[in-house]
């Protein structure tokens, strides 16, 4: 069945850098659209970032404003999302996320928590 697992978060000061992992198993991992959301404490989840099967074309939530870089590595079914100049408006749980099909549920990771705080 579809796995995925992030890893990465952690406490960071503001203007600090992270990079989360997300390990993906169980579907054709190249195939696939990929995603990362977020999640504050009493706000609905939001996107983040996306990277697209094939050309690998990036998205990202207005919110990112460049600081932010989505990217995959098809042989090692990892996709990675590289954080820079943090905000403390971007403490979140953050989730990868796929589709298998355009009108079929999302699945989820258990999340990774990040949290920026001087």
């Known amino acids: 069945q579809v796995q995925l697992v992030e890893s990465g978060g952690g406490l960071v000061q503001p203007g600090g850098s992270l990079r989360l992992s997300c390990a993906a198993s169980g579907f054709t991992f190249p195939t696939y659209h990929l995603y990362w959301y977020r999640q504050a404490p009493g706000k609905e989840r939001e996107l983040v970032a996306m990277i697209t099967s094939g050309p690998g074309t990036t998205n990202y939530g207005n919110f990112v404003k460049g600081r932010f870089t989505i990217s995959r590595d098809n042989n090692k079914k990892m996709v990675y999302l590289e954080m820079n100049n943090l905000k403390a408006e971007g403490t979140a749980k953050y989730y990868c996320?796929?589709?298998?099909?355009?009108?079929?549920?999302?699945?989820w990771g258990q999340g990774t928590q990040v949290t920026v705080s001087s």
């Open positions: 996320s796929t589709r298998l099909r355009l009108d079929g549920p999302p699945y």
